[in-house]
């Protein structure tokens, strides 16, 4: 298998569709209100109970669920924006340093990204990755859970604007996840980035049939982190 699979296969969803969406519908997070219903004890939304049907694979939380569990994971205590950019796996650079992919390496890349989603559960590559090494090892099941996962995640990101200013930025809770988005919409990051003030950052991508020549993420809680982070 060629190794290039995990960074060409992300694409899940339409961008033509997302571009149609009306201003109205988004639905920015209100981490307030997030906050106050992830941890009441008698809310449907209480976190623990969320976060543990989450990891039990259970195939009926809803799209307001997964908002829940997506932007209600920044306000919990283990929540570390940076876990992308601190844990270093050597053993996954060296396999995607190969140019083929053998069952061996793709059950690696199995075993490692799970670990890693024990610290950052949400984080959009590593799921992908899963799925798709879980897909290529003929195991329908795993393949099936982690790409519901991907799919949700990304429809609840998606659910918050369409990118196009800082206005309607896309929400995210880890930077990781803004680079995995503009794989997933079909474009490739060109290597232009702009902090542009209000917790947005703006990504600049290469040409593309849209004309768009970037796209805008709020991460409020990343850089809510950092002062915590520089302690």
Known sequence: MCRTIFFLALLLLSAGGLYAQDEASFQVPDYGSINDMTTDHNSAFYYPKLLKRYRDNDSTISPREFRML???????????????????????????????????????????????????????????????????????????????????????????????????????ISLPDEYAMIKMLGYDYNGNQLLSGNDCSYLGIKDNSDNIAGLYFNAKPVFNSIPQAMK
């Open 70 to 172: 997506y932007y209600g994971y920044s306000l919990q205590q283990e929540y570390n924006p940076f876990t992308g950019f601190t844990i270093e796996d050597e053993e996954l650079r060296a396999i995607f340093s190969k140019d083929a992919l053998a069952p061996a390496d793709l059950q690696n890349i199995v075993t490692h990204s799970k670990k890693y989603l024990e610290s950052f559960p949400f984080d959009l590559k590593k799921l992908n990755m899963v799925y798709i090494a879980s897909k290529e090892l003929g195991d329908s099941l795993t393949a099936h859970i982690y790409l519901d996962k991907v799919r949700n995640i990304a429809l609840t990101i998606l659910s918050t604007g369409d990118g196009l200013s800082k206005e309607t930025a896309f929400h995210v």
